[in-house]
């Protein structure tokens, strides 16, 4: 039980980290750093950290069976998910990002389904088709009604498709929870990623102008790579040894209403009419699928 709190708690930080996030880095990108180059710094810094605590604390080889998984974990863990989050994030709101998460657990749900053989009851379907109806309503008309102006449908269906890899990568790195400590798994996971976003990210990284940076950008950068990269990954990781993808994907509930706060506290944005239609329809179509009692939840997360 108090492995269970605490992995529920590792999430919850997790989430708490990532809502912050949204708002904190729209203050840097594009302005001060472009998202590709942002990506690299990202993802090269925290394959760096991961690197020396496993140096220091966990000493073990990913297995030959497990190279490919390791490899997909990557792809869609850091470098797809990534790529699309950052570029999605500086074309659109913070609002709107955090809503589009929420879309994460009904692919969860979706994928198994789709491609596994997985059966799930009609009132998960129902639920898979309000949640993308939300997300699609969102894509459609969230610009036309943004009050800053800074919300874009492009961006929007960015972040969809960011949540869509993420869960992919929830449903596919929960096998190696079982047979490897997490730190292992970054490790290896952020190594590949580094290499695969190195060439979507390196002109944009040349470009940057290191010298217009203010102390509020220099903190703002810092809280993007180590805390929503390193801490985040780590912590999430870290909870599904003890819970299932279903339960951690859940918790992206918390993202639009943490992001919602962070914008309005920093001036980021406020939600409309449209955010409250999209956000009723997201949340009942995830409550739906993923209270709906399907067997598949388990086998999920065995996968």
């Excluded at 709101?93 to 059966?119: D, E, H, R």
């Excluded at 639920?127 to 459609?140: E, T, V, Y």
Aim: include cysteine; glycine fraction near 6%; proline fraction near 4%.
């Amino acid at each position: 039980m108090a492995k269970q709190w605490k992995a529920h708690l590792a999430v919850f930080v997790a989430n708490l980290l990532y809502g912050a996030n949204y708002s904190i880095a729209k203050e840097v990108m594009p302005t001060f750093i472009p998202p590709f180059g942002f990506i690299l710094i990202r993802v090269w810094i925290a394959a760096i950290l991961f690197l020396i605590t496993a140096q220091l604390f966990v000493k073990e080889k990913i297995q030959k069976e497990d190279r490919l998984r390791i490899f997909l974990c990557a792809v869609f863990g850091v470098a797809v998910n990534q790529l699309l989050f950052f570029k999605g994030l500086s074309l659109t709101s913070p609002i709107n990002s955090g809503l589009m998460m929420v879309t994460n657990p009904v692919f969860v749900l979706m994928i198994p389904a789709l491609f596994m053989g997985v059966k799930i009851s009609g009132r998960s379907i129902l639920g898979i088709c309000l949640g993308l109806s939300g997300a699609l309503l969102l894509i459609i008309f969230g610009s036309h009604y943004a009050s800053n102006k800074e919300s874009s449908s492009l961006g929007d269906l960015f972040i969809l498709l960011n949540a869509l890899s993420y869960a992919i990568y929830l449903i596919i790195v929960k096998p190696l929870m079982f047979k490897y400590h997490p730190i292992t798994i970054m490790k290896v996971v952020f190594c590949w990623g580094a290499i695969m976003v190195l060439p979507f990210g390196i002109e944009q990284f040349t470009t940057i102008q290191w010298h217009t940076f203010e102390t509020s950008t220099w903190l703002a950068t810092a809280f993007v790579v180590i805390g929503t990269t390193y801490f985040a990954y780590l912590f999430n990781t870290l909870a599904l040894r003890e819970l299932s993808s279903n339960v951690v994907s859940v918790y992206i509930y918390l993202q639009p209403l943490l992001a919602a706060g962070f914008a309005m506290l920093l001036g980021k944005g406020s939600p409309n009419l449209i955010h409250l239609m999209a956000a009723v329809l997201i949340f009942s179509g995830v409550y739906l699928s993923t209270t709906s009692g399907n067997k598949s939840k388990e086998e999920v997360s065995q996968a």
